[in-house]
T-cell receptor, first 115, second 115 residues
Framework: EAGVAQSPRYKIIEKRQSVAFWCNPISGHATLYWYQQILGQGPKLLIQFQNNGVVDDSQLPKDRFSAERLKGVDSTLKIQPAKLEDSAVYLC?????????????FGQGTRLTVV | GDSVTQMEGPVTLSEEAFLTINCTYTATGYPSLFWYVQYPGEGLQLLLKATKADDKGSNKGFEATYRKETTSFHLEKGSVQVSDSAVYFCALILHASGGSYIPTFGRGTSLIVHP
């Protein structure tokens, strides 16, 4: 079974530039998550989709971050404009359903460096 | 709000030593509890989980018991190997209002095992 695919693996941009990350979840997984993991910290949930609808985006900085999941499969996360403090690993995860005991499967992440 | 507190690392052990990584949580309700592991250069992988009080999760020689009375989910292994060197994340998932399940991760504990 193919895992969660993310691209690119690494990205370096200057502050105030824009960047986009792509995620392809495991086939059949209805729930998709985007996390931000700053060095030395645990992953922080940015947004959660159920199919193509947003379940929770309370921790997404909506003035600069946006995400979409067209057709309920692939998803993109965009930052515009980027700030130095956005440097982090951006993780995508998916799970079969939404539920308290449901395991999430993670991609390898995209390491973003803003200079 | 809900939170997860892990012991600070790095934890440095010799091969075959006993491992304990402490995890305590704060939650309004009855969360499901998880341990994820992140090997160098890879995404997070589920190690084990427990969905209700007194449940014990186990996998690959690792164990953790859901203790509601002490709000803890400590990770243990009787004899660690060099290949166990990784970062370990404790996490909880709690049912939030509106039908969503919000995952919360700890900061992670780095384990280094020497031959």
């Amino acid at each position: 079974e193919a895992g969660v695919a993310q691209s690119p693996r690494y990205k370096i941009i200057e502050k105030r530039q824009s960047v986009a990350f792509w995620c392809n979840p495991i086939s059949g997984h209805a729930t998709l998550y985007w996390y931000q993991q700053i060095l030395g910290q645990g992953p922080k949930l940015l947004i959660q989709f159920q199919n193509n609808g947003v379940v929770d985006d309370s921790q997404l900085p909506k003035d600069r971050f946006s995400a979409e999941r067209l057709k309920g499969v692939d998803s993109t996360l965009k930052i515009q404009p980027a700030k130095l403090e956005d440097s982090a690993v951006y993780l995508c995860a998916s799970s079969l359903v939404v539920g308290g005991g449901t395991e999430a499967f993670f991609g390898q992440g995209t390491r973003l460096t803003v200079v | 709000g809900d939170s997860v507190t892990q012991m600070e690392g790095p934890v440095t052990l010799s091969e075959e030593a006993f491992l304990t990584i402490n995890c305590t949580y704060t939650a309004t309700g009855y969360p499901s509890l998880f341990w994820y592991v992140q090997y160098p250069g890879e995404g997070l992988q589920l190690l084990l989980k427990a969905t209700k009080a007194d449940d014990k999760g186990s996998n690959k020689g690792f164990e953790a018991t859901y203790r509601k009375e002490t709000t803890s989910f400590h990770l243990e292994k009787g004899s660690v190997q060099v290949s166990d060197s990784a970062v370990y994340f404790c996490a909880l998932i709690l049912h939030a209002s509106g039908g969503s399940y919000i995952p919360t991760f700890g900061r992670g504990t780095s384990l280094i095992v020497h031959p």
